[in-house]
């Protein structure tokens, strides 16, 4: 599996979900502004998520991988997590108490048509949010 791309990045992290046998890469994209979440199912040899945001290259954002399969994305405008499961979602309570419901990545499965699609989810602009199949 290779992905070509003539881009410069930065902030790059890789890490593995040992029980669906994934690989989760993420970076800064500087041309683009963007920080990207790639999920790439090693078994059938696809990238099965693709995640960016807003993100400046000067903001210094990092992320990484929990044990509970979400990614954490943290920069100058504070933090963000992505559940990466299969999972439909589930409910956390943020620091003041208040429930919140996280929605998974792996629940949007049932957008594909065929299993080889890939799904990307644009939130580069907070205005024109995209999830395209």
Same mark, same amino acid.
């Given at each position: ?68 399969? $979400? !990614? @954490? ?9 992505? /559940? ?5 979602? *589930? =409910? ?16 949007? $499965? !049932? @957008? ?9 989810? /644009? ?5 024109? *949010? =995209?999830?395209?199949?």
């Amino acid at each position: 599996m290779s992905l070509n791309s003539n881009m410069a990045i930065s902030n790059c992290d890789m890490s593995l979900i040992k029980k669906t046998n994934e690989m989760v890469v993420s970076y800064t994209s500087i041309g683009a502004n963007t920080y990207n979440i790639m999920v790439f199912d090693l078994n059938a040899r696809r990238i099965r998520f693709n995640f960016e945001i807003y993100s400046l290259s000067e903001d210094r954002t990092m992320g990484f991988l929990l044990a509970t399969n $979400d !990614f @954490l994305i943290m920069n100058q405008q504070g933090i963000q997590m992505i /559940s990466l499961s299969d999972e439909e979602g *589930r =409910q956390v309570n943020d620091n003041l108490g208040m429930p919140r419901f996280v929605h998974a990545l792996g629940g949007s $499965d !049932f @957008l594909k048509i065929e299993e080889t699609n890939n799904i990307l989810f /644009s939130m580069t602009n907070y205005d024109d *949010r =995209q999830i395209i199949v």
